[in-house]
Every structure is written in C-alpha cells, then in structure tokens.
C-alpha cells in the first residue's frame, strides 16, 4: 500500500490506525506532526485513565464483597502495588490510644523490622501525611529533608531498601484511618496522575475498612445480643428447672418422704447417681449411715469423688473432682451427711443450686427423722430403765412393756452395751437397735445401754451382739438371764452390768458373754453363784469317768496340783509308779484338752476341786 503524498493524511492515517509515537516523529510535516503527538498524548492518557478507573471500579467491587477486615488491607495493598507497578505497597493504620499509626499489612516487603514499625505522628513521610492529610512523596526518601528523620523510620526504611516513597491518607468524612504507601527500591519520581490514582485507591481502601469494621462491629454486636440472649434462655431454662427441683422437694417432705427419696429424685432431675454418706464417710462405696445406702441412678465407683467429699468437708460449699459433685449436708454447724452425685458430667449454674437446695431439703429430711428418733428413744428409754430399776407397779410395768411388743412372759435376756470411750451413747443405742432384730428393745438406763432381747442363751446373744457391733470399734457386751418376768429384769441387769464390767477389767474388750462364760470370775459378779453348775462343768468329764470306771482321775488331779504340779511327788503321795501318775494324767488330756495345764486352765480346775471339797457330799 503506497503512503499518501499529504503529510497531514498520512499523520490521520497513522493515528487511526493506534500508530506509536516514534511512527507519527517520522513524518516530515513539524506542524501537522506536533499536533498529532499531541492527540497520539491525549489518547494515551484518556486509555490509561480509562484502565485505571477499570482498576478502581474492580477494585471496588472486590473490596465490596469482602467482610474479612485482614482480607481488605491485603487486598488493597496488593492493589496499589500493581496499579503503581512498584516494588513494596504498605499501609498503616491510626492507633488513636498511642496516638500514632502502625504497620498493618505489605506487599512485596522482606524486612521484619519493616513489618513492624510505628510511625509516630509528623515522623518521616508517613507520619507527616498523617499528621496532616495530605499526600506526600518523594522519589529519593533518604536524603529528601523536607521529612523530619528518626532513627527508628530510617532503619526499618533502610532494612527493606527503599528509595522512593508516595503515601497518601485514609480518610472518611474526615476521620483518618490510615496512610496507603506505594514505594521503590531506585529512585523514582512519581506523576501528579499516580499521587492521584493512590489517592483515589485509598479513599475506596478507607470507606471499606471503615464498612468492614462496620460489619465486624455489627456481627461481634449481633454475637454479643445472640450469646446474652442463649444467658437469658438458658437462665429462664434454669429458673424454671430449679423451679421444678424445689416443687419436686417441697412434695416429697409434705408427703413424708425420706432421704432415699430425695436422692432417687435427684437422679431424676440430673440423671447420673446419687447417693448420701454417713457424715465420716470419704469413700462412695461406704454409704448409708447406720447401714450401707445404696446408691441411687446407678453403682458409683468405691473411690470416686474421695477428694470432692473431703473438698465439701473442709469447705461446707459444693465440691467437684473429676465428674463427681459433693455438699455436705448440714444444719446448725453439725453435719449429718454428704450428698454425693456422678454420672452427669459438667453441670450449670441451676444444676449446681439443684443439688445444693437437694443438700438443704436432705438435712431437713434428717433433722426431722432424728427428731422422731430421738422421741422413740426417749419412750423406750423410758421404759427400759423403769423396767430394769423396777420403778413403779408390776402389773403395770407388765402392761407397759406388751404395748412396746415385749412379752416378758417368754424368756429374755438383759444385755449391757459397753462401747469405745467418748463414743455417743445415741449413736450406740441405734446400732444396738440395728443389732438385736425384731421383738427387742433397747434404751439407756443409769448411764448403760441396755438390750432386752427375746433368748434363752444370754451367751449366744452377748457374743452375737458384740461381734456384730464391733466391726468398727470393739463394743462389749455383758449378759444375763433368762428372765420370764418383770420382776426378776433388775437383778438379771445388775449381773449383766457386772459381766461387762468384768470383760472390761479381763482385757476382753469387744468380747460378749453371760457370768457362766467367765468360769470362776462369774462366781464373783453372778448375783446367785451356782458353785454345783461350775464344779460340773470344769470337772464333769474326769468326774463322769472316775464314776464310770472306778478310776482316781480326779484325786491324781488334786494330788498333782498340791505337789506342785510335780508327777514324782505326786506318785509318792498316792503310793504308785510315777508312770502311772504320767498315764492318769495323759488320760486328764485326753478329756478336758490339751491345754489343761495353760495357767488359766489350771486356776479353774485347781478352784473347781476346791470347791468340790466344800460341797455336800450327795
């Protein structure tokens, strides 16, 4: 295609068709040419505007649809970078408390010192524009002295290279937000366009940050008024629970319910177990209180919650340990209990004062059941004691007792309880109760425990008594009887009394038995000794066999022990072979055992065959 011999319709030709600037200086026509760069100039910024509001409008949309308050900043200065195509893109933001602005987000940076700078106000280029804003730049920031230096600004400029610099405010409505910075690592002069382009960046960067913070603050208020409205559900959720608790309670005590009640309706309301410990008790596995109380919802592990129950012990104030919750059950600074939870995990606030009110109603419960013990305590004490004292009418005393359930009619033996020093007479009433079974009665009378109970072996019911009794303590028991009739209770309690005492003062504490268990230490407490009976029963088998067979078992016996427990002087005395004295006493062994010769044994024998003499014979 040939070129048109009119410069200025070469010139149009050429700039209709996107020609370069180097194209349009070829033709010779300076007039024509001058103009045509002019408008090849204009063309190329209008494009370049044209790209850059492109950018901006993009840019905006993007800010727009982020809500991510970090996302914004790195976007904003990712675009600035490729806007201004410059090394490093930074922007700080105003911390109106310390009364400066701090490094927020970068790109292209490498400097950590860089990352973390603060930028006091009218310090460096960036702290002029934010003491002022307005934009500032500079295409050779290090020996540009228009900006008040600091050794703070220039090394974390110096760390990150940087030599051109161009910052320009965050502003909105004329609150200041920031500074947004476009730097380079050469020098660099930047145009009136490209202050003007960041400047038109940033002022989209600071209605977004200002509508992210916006939405932050909205969405944190929204989370705030969502989490105190789920506090106020789950307040009125608790309020009505422990509303609910408290009927629950309230119901129970009206209808007479006891502890167990209160613990089985505790499982209800939290679920898990429940169960109420002797007011000693640290271990789980050892509830109840005179006896063991199952627990309730379940089968709680032995050790659990030991720490939680000393916790509540030490404290009086609920206690948890490892998913089981303890409170001590106490009124008037006495503790009866402990209440004992597990199996439910963390509970709230309502659950807490839940089994806290279940504690408060438990030591009511208590309190009340103690009150109508205490009462049956008294009458039967009352009628113990007139009973075994002898107070009063017979006939009277007769009647009294059948109105208790106590026949004494048929044989019954009296007990005397004797328990640890210091120990409550109380406590050791009601275990003797738990004890003696049904058709007995048991009161104090004259500082002693006294048991009435329906036997004909007060031996077989001392030791029965006091091995039952003992298991934590030794408890020791004196017996007497049988008895068939009131009038025969006060001397059958001295003897009872006396045999207690007796164990007591043998060492035999936590032992039960009657006065013919003592052998001859009964013949000195029994109120009526039976010297026949005892006789009988430390010799009757040598004497049964001397009777039998003609022998001198019995004689060889009295002769042994008047030589001194020698079987040669014995033999002189009785006129016969020392073996023979050896072979009568093998004989003895065989009969009353081989322990005959043990001290005790033989102070028994050696008094029953003196005693033998001073019987009638016959």
Same mark, same amino acid.
């Given at each position: 295609?040939?070129?048109?011999?009119?410069?200025?319709?070469?010139?149009?030709?050429?700039?209709?068709?996107?020609?370069?600037?180097?194209?349009?200086?070829?033709?010779?026509?300076?007039?024509?040419?001058?103009?045509?760069?002019?408008?090849?100039?204009?063309?190329?910024?209008?494009?370049?505007?044209?790209?850059?509001?492109?950018?901006?409008?993009?840019?905006?949309?993007?800010?727009?649809?982020?809500?991510?308050?970090?996302?914004?900043?790195?976007?904003?200065?990712?675009?600035?970078?490729?806007?201004?195509?410059?090394?490093?893109?930074?922007?700080?933001?105003?911390?109106?408390?310390?009364?400066?602005?701090?490094?927020?987000?970068?790109?292209?940076?490498?400097?950590?010192?860089?990352?973390?700078?603060?930028?006091?106000?009218?310090?460096?280029?960036?702290?002029?524009?934010?003491?002022?804003?307005?934009?500032?730049?500079?295409?050779?920031?290090?020996?540009?002295?228009?900006?008040?230096?600091?050794?703070?600004?220039?090394?974390?400029?110096?760390?990150?290279?940087?030599?051109?610099?161009?910052?320009?405010?965050?502003?909105?409505?004329?609150?200041?937000?920031?500074?947004?910075?476009?730097?380079?690592?050469?020098?660099?002069?930047?145009?009136?366009?490209?202050?003007?382009?960041?400047?038109?960046?940033? =002022?989209?960067?600071? @209605? $977004?940050? !200002?509508?992210?913070? &916006? #939405? %932050?603050?909205?969405?944190? /208020?929204?989370?705030? *008024?969502?989490?105190?409205?789920?506090? =106020?559900?789950?307040? @009125? $959720?608790? !309020?009505?629970?422990? &509303? #609910? %608790?408290?009927?629950?309670? /309230?119901?129970?005590? *009206?209808?007479?319910?006891?502890?167990?009640?209160?613990?089985?309706?505790?499982?209800?309301?939290?679920?898990?177990? %429940?169960?109420?410990?002797?007011?000693?008790?640290?271990?789980?596995?050892?509830?109840?209180?005179?006896?063991?109380?199952?627990?309730?919802?379940?089968?709680?592990?032995?050790?659990?919650?030991?720490?939680?129950?000393?916790?509540?012990?030490?404290?009086?104030?609920?206690?948890?340990?490892?998913?089981?919750?303890?409170?001590?059950?106490?009124?008037?600074?006495?503790?009866?209990?402990?209440?004992?939870?597990?199996?439910?995990?963390?509970?709230?606030?309502?659950?807490?004062?839940?089994?806290?009110?279940?504690?408060?109603?438990?030591?009511?419960?208590?309190?009340?059941?103690?009150?109508?013990?205490?009462?049956?305590?008294?009458?039967?004490?009352?009628?113990?004691?007139?009973?075994?004292?002898?107070?009063?009418?017979?006939?009277?005393?007769?009647?009294?007792?059948?109105?208790?359930?106590?026949?004494?009619?048929?044989?019954?033996?009296?007990?005397?309880?004797?328990?640890?020093?210091?120990?409550?007479?109380?406590?050791?009433?009601?275990?003797?109760?738990?004890?003696?079974?049904?058709?007995?009665?048991?009161?104090?009378?004259?500082?002693?425990?006294?048991?009435?109970?329906?036997?004909?072996?007060?031996?077989?019911?001392?030791?029965?008594?006091?091995?039952?009794?003992?298991?934590?303590?030794?408890?020791?028991?004196?017996?007497?009887?049988?008895?068939?009739?009131?009038?025969?209770?006060?001397?059958?309690?001295?003897?009872?009394?006396?045999?207690?005492?007796?164990?007591?003062?043998?060492?035999?504490?936590?032992?039960?038995?009657?006065?013919?268990?003592?052998?001859?230490?009964?013949?000195?407490?029994?109120?009526?000794?039976?010297?026949?009976?005892?006789?009988?029963?430390?010799?009757?088998?040598?004497?049964?066999?001397?009777?039998?067979?003609?022998?001198?078992?019995?004689?060889?016996?009295?002769?042994?022990?008047?030589?001194?427990?020698?079987?040669?002087?014995?033999?002189?005395?009785?006129?016969?072979?020392?073996?023979?004295?050896?072979?009568?006493?093998?004989?003895?062994?065989?009969?009353?055992?081989?322990?005959?010769?043990?001290?005790?044994?033989?102070?028994?024998?050696?008094?029953?065959?003196?005693?033998?003499?001073?019987?009638?014979?016959?």
């Amino acid at each position: 295609m040939s070129t048109p011999a009119d410069p200025a319709l070469t010139l149009l030709t050429l700039l209709a068709s996107g020609a370069s600037a180097a194209e349009l200086s070829a033709v010779d026509a300076p007039e024509a040419r001058a103009l045509a760069l002019r408008v090849r100039a204009a063309f190329d910024t209008r494009r370049r505007r044209e790209a850059e509001l492109s950018a901006l409008v993009e840019t905006a949309r993007d800010l727009a649809s982020m809500r991510d308050p970090a996302g914004v900043l790195d976007a904003i200065v990712r675009r600035a970078r490729a806007l201004l195509q410059t090394d490093v893109a930074y922007l700080t933001l105003a911390d109106p408390e310390a009364g400066d602005t701090y490094m927020r987000a970068t790109d292209g940076s490498v400097s950590a010192r860089f990352q973390t700078v603060r930028l006091s106000l009218g310090a460096g280029l960036g702290g002029l524009v934010a003491s002022t804003h307005m934009p500032y730049w500079t295409a050779d920031y290090p020996q540009d002295q228009r900006f008040r230096h600091t050794k703070t600004i220039d090394s974390a400029v110096g760390d990150e290279g940087l030599v051109a610099i161009c910052g320009t405010p965050l502003l909105v409505e004329e609150q200041f937000v920031g500074v947004l910075f476009a730097a380079n690592r050469s020098p660099r002069p930047f145009s009136h366009d490209e202050v003007s382009l960041l400047g038109s960046l940033a =002022a989209l960067a600071a @209605v $977004s940050i !200002v509508t992210t913070r &916006a #939405a %932050a603050e909205t969405a944190e /208020a929204l989370a705030a *008024l969502s989490e105190a409205h789920d506090v =106020a559900r789950r307040h @009125v $959720s608790g !309020v009505e629970r422990a &509303a #609910a %608790a408290h009927d629950r309670f /309230a119901e129970l005590v *009206l209808q007479g319910g006891g502890v167990d009640d209160i613990t089985a309706a505790l499982v209800e309301l939290l679920g898990g177990w %429940a169960v109420l410990l002797d007011p000693e008790d640290t271990r789980v596995g050892t509830a109840g209180r005179s006896a063991p109380r199952p627990a309730a919802g379940g089968s709680p592990d032995p050790l659990a919650g030991a720490s939680a129950v000393r916790a509540t012990h030490a404290s009086g104030r609920l206690a948890s340990e490892d998913g089981v919750w303890a409170v001590s059950v106490t009124a008037a600074h006495e503790r009866l209990g402990t209440l004992v939870v597990g199996g439910v995990g963390r509970l709230d606030e309502a659950d807490e004062r839940t089994l806290e009110r279940a504690g408060v109603v438990s030591a009511l419960v208590l309190l009340f059941e103690r009150a109508a013990v205490d009462a049956s305590l008294r009458v039967v004490t009352d009628l113990v004691s007139d009973l075994v004292s002898g107070r009063g009418d017979a006939p009277a005393r007769q009647t009294r007792a059948r109105a208790h359930g106590l026949d004494l009619t048929t044989p019954h033996c009296v007990l005397v309880v004797k328990g640890r020093e210091g120990e409550s007479r109380r406590a050791l009433v009601l275990s003797a109760q738990a004890g003696t079974g049904p058709g007995s009665v048991v009161g104090e009378h004259d500082g002693d425990v006294v048991a009435l109970v329906p036997s004909e072996d007060p031996d077989a019911a001392a030791t029965h008594l006091a091995t039952r009794l003992s298991r934590s303590a030794p408890v020791t028991v004196g017996a007497a009887g049988p008895v068939r009739s009131v009038e025969e209770l006060p001397a059958a309690h001295a003897e009872a009394r006396r045999t207690a005492a007796a164990l007591v003062a043998l060492g035999r504490q936590g032992a039960g038995a009657s006065t013919e268990a003592l052998g001859f230490a009964g013949l000195v407490v029994g109120s009526d000794p039976d010297v026949a009976s005892y006789v009988a029963r430390v010799l009757g088998p040598v004497s049964a066999y001397d009777a039998q067979r003609g022998s001198e078992l019995v004689k060889t016996l009295e002769t042994y022990f008047a030589a001194g427990s020698s079987p040669r002087h014995a033999a002189t005395a009785l006129h016969v072979h020392v073996n023979t004295v050896a072979q009568r006493l093998e004989r003895v062994a065989t009969l009353l055992g081989s322990d005959w010769q043990h001290p005790d044994r033989a102070l028994e024998l050696q008094l029953a065959l003196r005693l033998r003499r001073l019987m009638p014979a016959g």
